[in-house]
């Protein structure tokens, strides 16, 4: 048997680097104008102003709640800042990964995924946004439960229709036909006990040149999904490796993990958040009432300083639990090699840095890098071979 080797593609890695740079500093500048956006509005009149402008929409469906404020406020907000940041958004999302050769998606069909994102985020935010106020104004001491306890529903809610409701609204899907490939992945899903709803392309080839693969859904909606850009150019044994992966996930329950995990640092930011909008109120007389909509700024500055001190927290989650995947990968399937070449591959493919500064990984990465995940599977091939001396040597 012929092992054909894959190796790194060093000007690849070069370019992998120049464009996680480049893509690094445009997320700066894009969050940097959010901060610029909210300390107008928190420390000039310009928030209460905008504020005081929408008095006028004053139905009030229960006393202190006022839903048409609230949407009307949010969404200039919102709106607002999409605009200001959309030639960052269209040079980061479409010219450069055009420039590196990973996307492969005309003008048009960028700008429909574009507007079908915004649009469904826009209408999720706006009902959590109204949601949030509703509580602020009939709890204003137990909201913040109140809405860790809906958005952990809401979350288990999504998991398991996203693959139904969320995802066909980009890719389309198409069951892979029978064959052995098909049959390797089914006995690979049975033998982690996964019930799934049979395995899938993802038409991902007309929109990117980059490949992946997974597991999608909970409970009855749970699929094998695999890109078409995987599809064609990864042996099987590559892809079985890659799709145990994705078993390990669902074998350690990583899902439930992250949406728990998820959940309780939710309810720690809207604690703190409920302190600091009580002191503006019940203290400093800055706002009428919690569930004044001109605290719109305030909530939102709020949650998103929470989310980015949280974030380096939640990648080291992210990232422990993707190195039990790979660990689950190699001892269920014993591939090594084929471990190591898929995710050579993978590395080539989507120009990933192997190896990003250890503070990069710290802060942004939710996966290892590719190089601690190859030195995994080889200190993983060491203790396989030899279990004894890899235990007395630890
Ligand atoms: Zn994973």
């Known amino acids: 048997m012929t092992v054909t080797s894959v190796e790194l593609d060093l000007n690849r890695q070069q370019e992998a680097k120049a464009y996680a740079r480049i893509r690094r500093r445009l997320s700066y500048i894009t969050m940097g104008i959010g901060v610029i956006g909210i300390i107008i509005l928190l420390f000039t009149n ?9 008095h006028t929409l004053s139905w009030q469906p229960v ?5 048409l404020q609230i949407l009307a406020y949010f969404l200039i907000l919102m709106l607002a800042y999409e605009i200001i940041t959309a030639p960052i958004a269209y040079y980061s999302g479409f010219v450069l990964p055009h420039r590196y050769g990973l996307s492969t998606m005309s003008l048009k069909s960028w700008l429909a995924d574009l507007f079908k994102g915004l649009a469904l985020s826009l209408v999720l935010e706006i009902l959590v946004i109204e949601f949030v106020y509703l509580l602020l104004a009939i709890q204003p001491q137990t909201w913040w439960l109140w809405v860790a306890l809906a958005m952990l529903f809401f979350s288990v809610v999504m998991a398991n229709l996203a693959p139904v409701l969320i995802f066909p609204i980009f890719y389309k899907f198409t069951p892979l036909p029978e064959g052995d490939l098909t049959k390797r992945l089914l006995a690979l899903a049975q033998r982690a006990h996964a019930r799934v709803r049979g395995v899938f392309t993802m038409q991902m080839s007309n929109k990117t040149t980059a490949a992946n693969a997974a597991l999608m859904g909970l409970g ?4 094998i999904v ?20 994705e078993l390990g996930h669902h074998v350690h329950h990583d899902l439930w993990k ?5 959940s309780i640092l939710t309810l720690g930011g809207l ?19 919690l569930a004044d909509p001109a605290t719109i700024p305030l909530l939102l500055a709020l949650m998103g300083a929470f989310s980015l001190i949280v974030m380096p927290i939640g990648n080291g989650l992210s990232r422990a639990i993707e190195y039990q995947a790979d660990e689950y990968a190699l001892q269920s399937t014993k591939m090594v090699e084929p471990f190591k070449s898929a995710m050579t591959r993978l590395a080539n493919q989507n120009l990933s840095d192997v190896e990003p500064s250890p503070i990069i990984e710290f802060l942004f990465h939710d996966h290892p890098s590719v190089n601690k995940r190859l030195k995994h599977a080889d200190n993983f091939a060491a203790q396989f071979a030899n279990p004894v001396t890899a235990n007395s040597a630890q």
Not at 63 to 67: L, Q, V, Y
Not at 220 to 223: D, H
Not at 226 to 245: F, K, Q, S
Not at 271 to 289: A, F
């Open 271 to 289: 604690y703190l958040v409920n302190l600091v909008l009580h002191w503006t109120v019940d203290t400093q007389h800055i706002y009428i009432s």
């Open 46 to 54: 310009l928030g209460i102003w905008l504020a005081n402008q929408l």
């Open 226 to 245: 695999i890109g078409d850009t995987m599809l064609d150019r990864y042996t099987p044994d590559e892809i079985e490796v890659v799709l145990a992966h």
């Open 258 to 262: 992250l949406i728990i995990s998820q």
């Open 63 to 67: 006393t202190g709640w006022f839903p």
């Open 220 to 223: 009855n909606t749970r699929r």
